[in-house]
DNA sequence: CATATGTCCTGAGAGC
DNA sequence: TGCTCTCAGGACATAT
């Protein structure tokens, strides 16, 4: 399920798009019922074509094709999402593509891009001008990498909600979602039960450091491809965080910080939640800097 | 307004 | 073996 960091190695996996122009943009032959695209593919294609790709950007979990003309392709993979420029897991799960025409003296660059969706969650959508800002930039919080201390504790100070919970939801911070909440809570030894208006300054600053901790780390090995196999990187090849998680999916395994047998698995808002019973106490211990990063860089 | 719940979807794995 | 059931969770719509 790509967060923020899957979705930062697709985005710089197919930056060898930039400079290109678009040929055309269609759904390849598709069993499944399409995916959601406003506006329509037609109109999409329409726009799209014989305009040159300026840049790849990315806010949160979406990738952000910016086109020549004020245009905006919003691609959220969600669940399953995959942007890519090789061949695709399988030919009945494509959604989306857009055939490219390199630019002068690229003459490898990649002849097209596509977005492949074994589930169908995801949505692709075009924007023009101004549109991106009001319906996509301003319904999210700042990205994650980029939110400083002082401005998450102002949205949440006051919010009843669990920290796990107010973590997930995107208007606050966008970018992280249910595995790196759990990694990061473990980084900056908090409980993820815990209330977001009892956390302390120096708890809400761990936060946000160990959010770019983790979030950069998980960039560096290309993101997590899970068990079931789905996420893959741009060229098709599997992520590597996966073997450095700490407390995701590994209940009633060993904490790799204290050394017993204490990560546990609990359920909030529907969704899983591993951290470690001693290790992220309510009251908590205070590592500090020089610890979250010790124990980032011994793996 | 803040927060909680239901919904979409597929494939893996469990249990019988 | 093959069936049915449950589960995973990102973001949006709807309810409280």
Redesign the pocket.
């Known amino acids: 399920?790509?967060?923020l960091p899957e979705v930062e190695t697709m985005r710089r996996g197919v930056l060898p798009i930039v400079g290109s122009r678009i040929v055309a943009a269609d759904c390849p032959p598709c069993e499944?019922?399409p995916i959601l695209m406003r506006p329509s593919i037609r109109t999409i294609a329409r726009q799209l074509q014989g305009r040159r790709i300026e840049r790849v950007e990315r806010l949160?979990?979406?990738v952000i094709l910016c086109i020549e003309g004020e245009l905006s392709v919003v691609i959220?993979p969600?669940?399953?999402g995959l942007v890519l420029l090789a061949d695709p897991p399988?030919r009945?799960?494509l959604r989306f593509r857009l055939q490219l025409e390199p630019s002068g003296a690229a003459f490898d660059a990649p002849r097209e891009l596509l977005f492949w969706d074994?589930?169908?969650?995801g949505?692709v959508r075009l924007f023009k001008g101004a549109e991106l800002e009001q319906q996509v930039r301003s319904?999210l919080g700042q990205d994650a990498l980029l939110i400083d201390a002082e401005s998450l504790r102002e949205k949440l100070n006051?919010?009843?909600?669990?920290i796990k919970?107010?973590l997930?939801d995107?208007s606050v911070v966008?970018g992280i979602?249910?595995?790196y909440?759990a990694e990061l809570l473990f980084l900056a030894g908090i409980d993820p039960r815990s209330r977001?208006d009892q956390l302390t300054k120096a708890q809400w600053k761990r936060i946000v450091m160990a959010t770019r901790v983790v979030l950069e780390d998980a960039i560096a090995h290309e993101g997590s491809t899970l068990?079931?196999g789905t996420y893959r990187n741009a060229l098709n090849q599997s992520g590597g965080y996966q073997n450095y998680h700490r407390v995701y999916?590994r209940a009633d395994e060993i904490c790799p910080r204290c050394g017993e047998d204490s990560i546990r698995r609990i359920?909030q808002?529907?969704?899983?939640t591993f951290f470690c019973g001693v290790c992220q106490k309510k009251r908590g211990l205070h590592p500090d800097v020089a610890e979250i990063e010790v124990s980032t860089s011994l793996e």
């Open positions: 399920m790509p967060e499944r019922r949160g979990k979406r959220e969600r669940m399953t399988t009945e799960h074994r589930r169908g969650l949505t319904k006051r919010s009843r909600r669990a919970v107010a997930l995107q966008a979602g249910n595995l909440a977001c068990s079931d999916d359920v808002a529907q969704r899983s």
